[in-house]
Structures are given as structure tokens and as C-alpha cells.
């Protein structure tokens, strides 16, 4: 990390120096992207590749960087515009390819994650509906059922099956029942 370290001060005194270059200075700016990826600092890494495809939109190295820093800090879309944007420069890069391919994995699992949430949500807003309609009267639960839901009667009765554990701490044996 040291050498990163330094790496990262000799590329910033580099792009101090008035230079009018702009594939140079892309470089400079690509190169000190990867030294704060490396480092764990994705969010100076995005800025810094973002500048170096600026500079240079044909900085392929740039756009992989842009797009590996945007997928540290879980913004997706922006990975994957960066990627294809990328591939648009050089179309048979293995490494714009894999991650655009994780990225539309996570944003998938995202998509789904947030449905599930979601269907969760309505299943509890419609579980106290239930309770306030019925005039229940619960108490606060002392140990956690998992991701069972008590159950209404279909038929809009009395019933309500739900999860009862048992904990027999003599024995150190828990039992759960449905009822």
C-alpha cells in the first residue's frame, strides 16, 4: 500500500504540470483511478476515470475503471453504461464483458429483492387489516417465528393458525407448532 500510496502523490504532481496533451493527461487520470482502486477508494476512483474518459473517450482502461469503481459503490446503471460504452471502443474486451455481465446479475437480484420486500409488505399490511378487523388483541412476540406469517380462514371465520414455539431450556430442545 505504501507504493500506491506513492503512486497516487507522483500521478497528482503530474497532473499539476501544465501539459496539453489530453491522452497524456487521460492516462495520468486513468492511472491514478486504478492506485485508489486498489487503495479501496472507489468514489476518487470514479472521479478520476470519469475525467480520463473525458479527456480521452477512446481510453479503454478508463472505462473499465469507471465501471469497475461505479460497481464498488453499487451504482449500476451507471457500471453498466460505462461498460457498454466501453465495448463501443473496443468490443472483444473480456473484462468490460465479465463485469457488465455482474452488474446486470446484481441489478437483477436488486429487482428481485425489492419485489419480494414488496410482496412482504402487503402480506403484513393485509395480516393487520385482518387483526384490527377481527379486534384481536396480540401481544409483543418474545422470540421470532422466521419468516412465517400467522394465517387467516379462508372462509373469514375465527380461525388463526400460527406458529407457537416451546422452548424447554432443562434440555436445551425447542419444539414449534402449528396452531
Given at each position: 500500500?505504501?507504493?500506491?500510496?506513492?503512486?497516487?502523490?507522483?500521478?497528482?504532481?503530474?497532473?499539476?504540470?501544465?501539459?496539453?496533451?489530453?491522452?497524456?493527461?487521460?492516462?495520468?487520470?486513468?492511472?491514478?483511478?486504478?492506485?485508489?482502486?486498489?487503495?479501496?477508494?472507489?468514489?476518487?476512483?470514479?472521479?478520476?476515470?470519469q475525467v480520463s474518459v473525458e479527456l480521452n473517450p477512446a481510453n479503454v482502461k478508463g472505462w473499465f475503471r469507471a465501471a469497475k469503481s461505479?460497481?464498488?459503490?453499487?451504482?449500476?446503471?451507471?457500471?453498466?453504461?460505462?461498460?457498454?460504452?466501453?465495448?463501443?471502443?473496443?468490443?472483444?474486451?473480456?473484462?468490460?464483458?465479465?463485469?457488465?455481465?455482474?452488474?446486470?446479475?446484481?441489478?437483477?437480484?436488486?429487482?428481485?429483492?425489492?419485489?419480494?420486500?414488496?410482496?412482504?409488505?402487503?402480506?403484513?399490511?393485509?395480516?393487520?387489516?385482518?387483526?384490527?378487523?377481527?379486534?384481536?388483541?396480540?401481544?409483543?412476540?418474545?422470540?421470532?417465528?422466521?419468516?412465517?406469517?400467522?394465517?387467516?380462514?379462508?372462509?373469514?371465520?375465527?380461525?388463526?393458525?400460527?406458529?407457537?414455539?416451546?422452548?424447554?431450556?432443562?434440555?436445551?430442545?425447542?419444539?414449534?407448532?402449528?396452531?
Amino acid at each position: 500500500k505504501v507504493y500506491v500510496r506513492k503512486a497516487v502523490q507522483q500521478y497528482t504532481l503530474a497532473l499539476m504540470e501544465q501539459v496539453d496533451d489530453a491522452a497524456l493527461k487521460s492516462v495520468l487520470h486513468s492511472n491514478r483511478a486504478y492506485a485508489a482502486l486498489l487503495l479501496g477508494n472507489s468514489r476518487k476512483a470514479l472521479e478520476d476515470a470519469q475525467v480520463s474518459v473525458e479527456l480521452n473517450p477512446a481510453n479503454v482502461k478508463g472505462w473499465f475503471r469507471a465501471a469497475k469503481s461505479a460497481f464498488g459503490l453499487e451504482k449500476l446503471d451507471q457500471c453498466i453504461g460505462f461498460c457498454i460504452e466501453g465495448l463501443k471502443v473496443e468490443d472483444g474486451n473480456r473484462d468490460l464483458r465479465s463485469l457488465l455481465k455482474a452488474a446486470k446479475t446484481n441489478v437483477t437480484k436488486r429487482e428481485e429483492q425489492t419485489q419480494h420486500d414488496e410482496a412482504s409488505r402487503v402480506q403484513v399490511k393485509s395480516f393487520v387489516t385482518e387483526i384490527v378487523k377481527r379486534k384481536l388483541k396480540y401481544g409483543p412476540p418474545t422470540m421470532g417465528t422466521g419468516e412465517r406469517m400467522p394465517e387467516f380462514a379462508e372462509d373469514a371465520g375465527d380461525a388463526l393458525t400460527h406458529w407457537v414455539l416451546f422452548v424447554y431450556p432443562e434440555s436445551m430442545q425447542t419444539d414449534v407448532i402449528e396452531r
